[in-house]
């Protein structure tokens, strides 16, 4: 089974700021089939990216992912206030799963 | 606007059976588009998908998880449920119920339920 490595455990920004979030996986990734998800607290998670690259419904395109085969990143170009908050990856090829352990954006 | 709302205990005893029921509002569990997923996450920790279900009655589970999951759907009521025997401590966790598309791969979730805490514990 793949397994998704995410880098950094946690990022301090400010806002205004580029964020760049990593995911690794194990093997390379079927037709480049990873979402990102963003969690706030007490919330379920909100698809953010799929297909590695295409953005959900009404992501604004200040986020935006790029990779392929086993590298993938997320980018949050100007981070506003409302984008700290925790990030997952997830393949989702071969089943729907596995995810990533997240990534914690947090104000510097 | 489709809504997913879970529920069910949210105390359950170590060796007894966890048991949940999402009901789907604004959406027909009948469609051939989509598949519903259980997808839970310890409290601090990660998510981990359970299994998910189509309309037809088709289920698919997390290799990890087969031996103590069972999921059913209703669509003359619009729910879906889940069942997790033995649980132990490390069954604790936020469970969430969410859809994801039917297609000839696996698709993102795209709507979830807010989720519901169930903890282990005598």
């Known amino acids: 089974e793949i397994v998704l490595t995410q880098s950094p455990g946690t990022l301090s920004l400010s806002p205004g700021e580029r964020a760049t979030l990593s995911c690794r996986a194990s093997?390379?990734?079927?037709?480049?089939?990873l979402a990102w998800y963003q969690q706030k607290p007490g919330q379920p998670p909100r698809l953010l990216i799929y297909g590695a690259s295409k953005r959900a419904t009404g992501i604004p395109d200040r986020l935006s992912g790029s990779g392929s085969g086993t590298d993938f990143t997320l980018t949050i170009s100007r981070l506003e206030p409302e984008d700290f908050a925790v990030y997952y990856c997830q393949h989702y090829g071969s089943s729907p799963g596995p995810f990533g352990q997240g990534t914690k954006l947090e104000i510097k | 606007q489709l809504q997913l709302q879970e529920s069910g205990p949210g105390l359950v005893k170590p060796s007894e059976t966890l048991s949940l029921t999402c009901i789907v509002f604004g959406g027909s569990l009948s469609s051939d588009s989509y598949f519903w997923g259980w997808i839970r996450q310890p409290p601090g920790k990660g998510l981990e998908w359970i299994g998910s279900?189509?309309?037809?009655?088709?289920?698919y589970y997390n290799a990890s998880l087969k031996s103590r999951v069972t999921m059913s759907a209703d669509t003359s009521t619009n729910h879906f449920s889940l069942s997790l025997t033995s649980v132990t401590a490390a069954d604790t966790a936020i469970y969430y119920c969410?859809?994801?598309?039917?297609?000839?791969?696996?698709?993102?979730?795209?709507?979830w339920g807010q989720g519901t805490l169930v903890t282990v514990s005598s």
């Open positions: 093997q390379s990734v079927t037709s480049n089939y």
């Open positions: 969410a859809r994801h598309r039917h297609s000839n791969t696996w698709s993102p979730f795209d709507y």
């Open positions: 279900i189509y309309y037809n009655g088709s289920t």
